[in-house]
C-alpha cells in the first residue's frame, strides 16, 4: 500500500511545480519516521472546512508533500530547506527533535523566529537519556552543546536574540531565565498570555509586522489534557484557542517556513489525539499564509 500524503485528500493537494508549500519529514530522533507517517495518515480524518469561518482552511494555499529526507547529516536539513525556499516555495517540516528548526533556519537569511514550546531550548550545555535518543541515527559532534534543549541558544549566539519570540515558556532553569532576561528575548509565559493575551497579541503583531517569519510548533506548547503524546509533557499549557488567537497576529508578517516538533508515540489513542490536534494546529497556520 503506498504511504500518504499530508491531506493528500484536498483538492488543494498539487504537483511540486504548482504548490505553495512543500512538506518534508525529517528522521531524526527515535522513531521520527514513524511519527512523521502517524501525522501524515490522521490527517486522513480531519476535515479542512472551518464552520465557524464558513471556509475550507486550505482554499488559498498549495501544498505537496515531498516525503521524508535520507538523513545522513544535520545540514541535509539546511540543503533540503535551501532547495525549497529557492523555488521561491515555503518549507513545511514534520520532525521529531527540534534541533532540526536550527538547521533548517540556516536556509534564510534575516528572519524573525516565532517558537510556541513549553520549554526554552536556551542551554548553553544538557544530556539525559532522552535527550541522547533525539539525534539517533546520527553521531553528533559534542552532542551536549548540540541537542533539541540547547538549539535556541546557538541560534542566538548568531546574533538572533532580538529576531526570537517565545510563546508558552513554562519550563526553564535559573541559567536559562537569566540568559533570556540578559539578552532581552521577548517571551510570553502562559500566564502572560491568559491574564493578558490583548497586550501579548499586540506585542506580537508588532514584532512580526513586515517581517519574515519562520513558526516553529513544539507540541509540547499545549496543555497535556490535549496533547499528551510529547516527549517532555508540561503542566500548565496552553489550549487550542490561544494558539488560534496568537496565529492571527503572527500573519501580520510573512510566513516564509514552519515545522512540527516533538510528538511521541506513547498509545495509539494519545498519540492520535495529539495528531490530530498537531495537523489541525498546521492547517490554522496554512490558513493565515499570504
Not at 60 to 67: N, R, T
Not at 112 to 126: C, G, N, P, Q, T
Not at 240 to 250: G, T, Y
Amino acid at each position: 500500500m503506498e504511504k500518504r500524503k499530508f491531506f493528500s485528500w484536498s483538492s488543494s493537494y498539487v504537483s511540486l511545480e504548482d504548490t505553495d508549500i512543500v512538506i518534508f519529514g525529517v528522521p531524526l530522533g527515535r522513531d521520527s519516521a514513524r511519527m512523521a507517517d502517524f501525522l501524515r495518515d490522521t490527517s486522513w480524518f480531519i476535515e479542512s472546512f472551518d464552520p465557524n469561518t464558513g471556509r475550507d482552511l486550505l482554499d488559498k494555499i498549495k501544498i505537496f508533500d515531498a516525503g521524508n529526507i535520507a538523513l545522513t547529516k544535520l545540514e541535509d536539513i539546511s540543503e533540503q530547506t535551501k532547495k525549497i525556499v529557492e523555488l521561491n516555495k515555503i518549507p513545511l517540516i514534520f520532525g521529531k527533535s527540534h534541533l532540526l528548526t536550527l538547521y533548517a533556519l540556516k536556509a534564510f537569511d534575516d528572519v524573525k523566529l516565532v517558537s510556541f514550546d513549553a520549554h526554552a531550548d536556551i542551554k548553553e550545555y544538557y544530556m539525559d537519556e532522552r535527550i541522547a535518543l533525539s539525534t539517533e541515527p546520527l553521531k553528533v559532534h559534542d552532542p551536549r552543546r548540540l541537542n533539541c534543549a540547547t538549539w535556541l541558544r546557538r541560534f542566538c549566539e548568531l546574533g538572533n536574540d532580538k529576531n526570537v519570540c517565545l510563546l508558552g515558556t513554562r519550563s526553564c532553569d535559573d541559567d536559562d531565565y537569566n540568559y533570556i532576561r540578559d539578552n532581552r528575548i521577548l517571551h510570553f509565559t502562559p500566564l502572560d498570555i491568559r491574564k493578558n493575551i490583548s497586550k501579548v497579541k499586540k506585542t506580537l503583531a508588532g514584532f512580526c509586522r513586515n517581517s519574515k517569519v519562520y513558526v516553529t510548533l513544539d507540541m509540547d506548547f499545549f496543555d497535556p489534557s490535549i496533547a499528551p503524546s510529547v516527549e517532555h509533557p508540561e503542566h500548565d499549557g496552553l489550549i487550542f484557542q490561544d494558539f488560534q488567537a496568537l496565529v492571527n497576529e503572527i500573519c501580520k508578517g510573512r510566513i516564509v517556513g514552519l515545522d512540527l516538533t516533538e510528538i511521541q508515540y506513547l498509545r495509539e489513542k494519545a498519540c492520535e489525539v495529539t495528531a490530530t490536534l498537531a495537523a489541525r494546529a498546521i492547517l490554522e497556520i496554512l490558513s493565515k499564509i499570504k
